[in-house]
C-alpha cells in the first residue's frame, strides 16, 4: 500500500503498468494502525486521531508525558484501503484484482506470478507475502522467535472516563502469568476509545482469555458501569529476529517479509513508511543499494536480539523493562531508540537504564550467535 501510494505520486510512474494482486477486497476495517510521527506525514489526511500526551503505568510507576516534537497518530485499516484505492482510480496504468498468489518464480530477466489461470510476467515484483511459518523458519535459523497478539475492543461509555488529548501508551497493570502483557487505551472522544489487549508470549491464548482481561481491565481502570463495544479486532503480529532477506532477484520484499517489523516491539508502520521511500528512488534510479543493510540496522538487529533473548527465557518481565526505560529517560529518546533512530549517546543512555547484569552477558551471547 505505501509503495504503490508513493509510486502514484511520482511522475515517474505516470503511465506505467502497474498490477496489483491481493486475495482481499480490503473493504473492512480490519486493522488499526499506531505510529508516533514528527509533522505531517503521506496519511496525514486520513489520520482519524493524534495524541499530543502518552500515560504509562506499571505496578510501581506511573508517569504523564508531553510527545513533542511528536505525535502519536491513528489510522484506521478502512480508511487506509480507501485512501489507496481513490488514487489508483486516478492512474489509467493501475490494474487491482482480487486474487491469491500462490507462487513467484524468478526469472532470467525479472520474475513471474503463477495465477490460477495465468502467468503474469513484470521485470519487478514487489512482494508482501511470507511463504512460511515464521516460527518454523526462525527454528530453522536459530533465531529468536515470539508472537505479538492483541484483542481490542473500541468502547462507548456512558460516562465521560477518557481524554481524548492523551493516550495510554502502555498499562502493565496487568497479570503477568502469561508472559509480557500490557492494555492499550487510545480515546477519540469523552467517551469512545480503543482498549486493546496485547501480549508478548510464544504462544496465543484462548479468545476468551482476551475478553476476560479486557473486561476486568475496563472495570478497575475505567467504568464500572456499563458500556457498549462498538467494534472488535484481533491480530497476531510475528516478533522474531530471523534475517528475512530484502530482495531476491527481481522479487523484492517489503512489510513483514522484508524485515520491516520491529523484532522486538512488533512495530511496523514508520519502518514500512521508509522502505516505501527507498524503495520508489530505487526502482526511478536503478540503484539497488537501498536492500542492503547498513551498520546501523546491524547494530538494532543485536538489540534486538538480546530483547527477544531475555523476553523469551524469561530473565526480566517486558514490564520490568519498559517501566525502568521510562524511568530513566525521556519519551523522544524511547521513541527514536524504537525507530532504530538513536546514536552512541542515546543508546549508551538506554543501556544504563537496564540491567546491566543481564543484558550484558545477552548481548554477549547474540554476538557469539
Excluded at 503521506?42 to 504523564?64: G, K, P
Excluded at 489507496?84 to 520474475?111: M, S
Excluded at 513483514?256 to 522486538?264: D, F, H, T, Y
Aim: hydrophobic share 40%.
Amino acid at each position: 500500500m505505501s509503495v504503490l501510494v508513493r509510486m502514484l505520486e511520482d511522475p515517474f510512474f505516470e503511465g506505467k503498468k502497474i498490477l496489483v494482486l491481493d486475495a482481499a477486497e480490503k473493504n473492512t476495517n480490519d486493522r488499526t494502525w499506531c505510529f508516533w510521527e514528527k509533522g505531517n506525514g503521506v496519511f496525514e489526511s486520513i489520520v482519524s486521531h493524534a495524541w499530543s500526551r502518552l500515560n504509562f503505568f506499571s505496578a510501581d510507576y506511573a508517569t504523564n508525558r508531553e510527545l513533542a516534537p511528536y505525535r502519536y497518530k491513528m489510522i484506521r485499516g478502512i480508511d487506509l484501503y480507501d485512501f489507496v484505492k481513490e488514487k489508483a482510480v486516478q492512474h489509467p496504468g493501475v490494474t487491482w484484482l482480487k486474487e491469491r498468489v500462490p507462487a513467484i518464480v524468478p526469472e532470467t530477466d525479472g520474475a513471474a506470478i503463477e495465477l490460477s489461470d495465468r502467468n503474469v510476467t513484470a521485470p519487478v515484483i514487489i512482494n508482501s507475502i511470507v511463504w512460511e511459518d515464521t516460527r518454523d523458519l526462525a527454528k530453522a535459523a536459530g533465531a529468536h522467535h515470539l508472537l505479538q497478539h492483541f484483542k481490542g475492543w473500541l468502547i462507548q461509555t456512558e460516562e465521560d472516563c477518557f481524554d481524548p488529548t492523551t493516550a495510554t501508551f502502555m498499562d502493565f497493570r496487568v497479570s503477568q502469568d502469561a508472559g509480557t502483557a500490557f492494555v492499550y487505551v487510545l480515546p477519540t472522544s469523552p467517551r469512545e476509545a480503543l482498549v486493546e489487549y496485547t501480549l508478548f508470549t510464544a504462544d496465543l491464548l484462548p479468545q476468551e482469555a482476551y475478553d476476560l482481561a479486557l473486561q476486568d481491565y475496563i472495570t478497575k481502570y475505567i467504568t464500572g458501569k456499563s458500556y457498549k463495544t462498538l467494534h472488535t479486532e484481533w491480530g497476531v503480529i510475528p516478533m522474531t529476529n530471523l534475517q528475512f532477506p530484502k530482495r531476491r532477484g527481481a522479487v523484492v520484499n517489503i512489510g513483514l517479509a522484508g524485515g520491516q517489523v520491529k523484532a522486538s516491539s512488533g512495530f511496523a508502520f514508520q519502518f514500512i513508511q521508509r522502505r516505501a521511500e527507498a524503495l520508489v528512488a530505487s526502482l526511478k534510479s536503478g540503484d539497488t543499494t537501498c536492500h542492503r543493510d547498513t551498520l546501523q540496522d546491524k547494530k538494532f538487529r543485536l538489540f534486538d536480539g538480546v530483547l527477544l533473548q531475555i523476553l523469551s527465557t524469561g530473565q526480566l518481565g517486558g514490564d520490568r523493562i519498559f517501566t525502568d526505560l521510562f524511568q530513566k529517560n525521556d519519551v523522544q529518546r524511547i521513541f527514536r531508540f524504537l525507530d532504530n533512530e538513536t546514536g552512541l549517546v542515546d543508546d549508551l543512555r538506554i543501556m544504563w537504564s537496564v540491567p546491566t547484569g543481564i543484558f550484558l552477558p545477552a548481548a554477549l551471547r547474540e554476538l557469539r550467535g
